[in-house]
Nanobody, 121 residues
């Protein structure tokens, strides 16, 4: 089992940037694809971005395209989500997750505890 810990969330203003990190431990991080999801108050968890084991493939939700960038450093066992031009509608708890094959669905094998991102307008 892989253990995941997110960090980097916070309170920012609209237009600002944040970089979320996802630190992995346990099983070999590079064996897994990684995804980022988010859940806003009163809404279901939704897909944000995903990256394959070695970064050759990435997927983004339409809301993230052009503003967010997913990446990973397998040597450090860390994944990232760079978020630029943040909007109030990006306010949510952000979760990283891993599974063997890259996917935009939420059936990932392991999840972190989440990190809060709040964007004030």
């Amino acid at each position: 089992q892989v253990q995941l810990v997110e960090s980097g969330g916070g309170l920012v203003q609209a237009g600002d940037s944040l970089r979320l990190s996802c630190a992995a431990s346990g099983r070999t991080f590079r064996n897994y694809a990684m995804g980022w999801f988010r859940q806003a108050p009163g809404k279901e968890r939704e897909f944000v971005a995903a990256i394959s084991q070695f970064g050759g493939s990435t997927f983004y939700a339409d809301s993230a395209k052009g503003r967010f960038t997913i990446s990973r450093d397998n040597a450090k066992n860390v994944g990232y989500l760079q978020m630029n031009s943040l909007k109030s509608e990006d306010t949510a708890v952000y979760y990283c997750a891993v599974r063997i094959r890259i996917s935009i669905s939420s059936d990932y094998e392991a999840w972190g505890q989440g990190t809060q991102v709040t964007v004030s307008s």
